[in-house]
T-cell receptor, first 114, second 114 residues
Framework: AQKVTQAQTEISVVEKEDVTLDCVYE???????LFWYKQPPSGELVFLIR??????QNEISGRYSWNFQKSTSSFNFTITASQVVDSAVYFC???????????FGTGTRLQVFP | EAQVTQNPRYLITVTGKKLTVTCSQN?????MSWYRQDPGLGLRQIYY???????DKGDVPEGYKVSRKEKRNFPLILESPSPNQTSLYFC?????????????FGPGTRLTVL
């Protein structure tokens, strides 16, 4: 069965520190998609990135970067030079290509202190 | 403005009193889905719909019903709510008929069942 594990329940850092949020997934599919979503204190869910299983290139978007490694079934998210506005709960998710379900991890709460 | 709307945003009800949470999107999206968010459990998919008149169970469908008579609307029905359905509910939509694209989430509905 598909599963997403975000072992870090909560992380606290001081502004300008780099921080990595871990995501480990399990699937038997060869075709699948991975996602990251952000939930700021205001509560809405914001899409950050989608990656398909055939594209292992790392992605960088400003201070955000993602490291996808099929060998370790991981899709980690790094924030460089964190800012207070990065404080949020971050969810990793895996799509089940065969059933069209989306499986979320339990989330990592990131607190960035000034 | 492209958006997913949910109503009501907050609801307090009593056990057994039928209720409906509405969800509507104005982006002509084919895929729509309902999730519940609970502390420590992340988001879990309740039901999803790949198109009009096509619905399927997610991971936690018990106690819920949905319908998809029109493309834009995907109401969530609790015929006999119980306290364990107290949760934060999100509706989401996606541009294709699959879960493999970015999902746009509504603002959430906080439901309390007494």
């Amino acid at each position: 069965a598909q599963k997403v594990t975000q072992a870090q329940t909560e992380i606290s850092v001081v502004e300008k520190e780099d921080v990595t949020l871990d995501c480990v997934y399990e699937t038997r599919d060869t075709t699948y998609y991975l996602f990251w979503y952000k939930q700021p204190p205001s509560g809405e869910l914001v899409f950050l990135i989608r990656r398909n299983s055939f594209d292992e290139q790392n992605e960088i978007s400003g201070r955000y970067s993602w490291n996808f490694q099929k060998s370790t079934s991981s899709f980690n998210f790094t924030i460089t030079a964190s800012q207070v506005v990065d404080s949020a709960v971050y969810f990793c998710a895996l799509s089940d290509y065969n059933t069209d379900k989306l499986i979320f991890g339990t989330g990592t709460r990131l607190q960035v202190f000034p | 403005e492209a958006q997913v709307t949910q109503n009501p945003r907050y609801l307090i009800t009593v056990t057994g009193k039928k209720l409906t949470v509405t969800c509507s999107q104005n982006m002509n999206h084919e895929y729509m889905s309902w999730y519940r968010q609970d502390p420590g459990l992340g988001l879990r998919q309740i039901y999803y719909s790949m198109n009009v008149e096509v619905t399927d169970k997610g991971d936690v469908p018990e106690g819920y019903k949905v319908s998809r008579k029109e493309k834009r609307n995907f109401p969530l029905i609790l015929e006999s709510p119980s306290p364990n359905q107290t949760s934060l509910y999100f509706c989401a939509s996606s541009s294709t008929g699959t879960v493999n694209n970015e999902q746009f989430f509504g603002p959430g509905t906080r439901l309390t069942v007494l």
